[in-house]
């Protein structure tokens, strides 16, 4: 059983920075692939960013390729995710996501979620 708990969220204007940390239990943690996902109001869930297990291979789709880095620190059992020039689409609420199973490029069965944090970018 993994348990996820993330931090790090709040209102930021839009050009500004965030960093969200995840933070998880157990021993386990670099057997686990880590994703962050975000789902806006009345938008489907979606990912923004998964890491593998070494920390070794990451993905982000185009939507925040070159504003978002992902990074994973396997002593700590935290995964963060450091988000640059945001935007107002970037208002959401950010979710990790722990997960054993590669699907394909990026993609992972994600087993374990946190309840998410919120981020608000302002115009």
């Known amino acids: 059983q993994v348990q996820l708990v993330e931090s790090g969220g709040g209102l930021v204007q839009a050009g500004g920075s965030l960093r969200l940390s995840c933070a998880a239990s157990?021993?386990?943690?670099?057997?686990?692939?880590m994703g962050w996902f975000r789902q806006a109001p009345g938008k489907e869930r979606e990912l923004v960013a998964s890491?593998?297990?070494?920390?070794?291979?990451?993905y982000y789709p185009n939507s925040v390729k070159g504003r978002f880095t992902i990074s994973r620190d396997n002593a700590k059992n935290t995964v963060y995710l450091q988000m640059n020039s945001l935007k107002p689409e970037d208002t959401a609420v950010y979710y990790c996501?722990?997960?054993?199973?590669?699907?394909?490029?990026?993609?992972?069965?994600?087993?374990?979620w946190g309840k998410g944090t919120l981020v608000t970018v302002s115009s």
């Open positions: 890491i593998s297990g070494s920390g070794g291979s990451t």
């Open positions: 996501a722990a997960g054993l199973t590669y699907l394909s490029t990026g993609d992972y069965g994600m087993d374990y």
């Open positions: 157990g021993r386990t943690f670099s057997r686990y692939a």
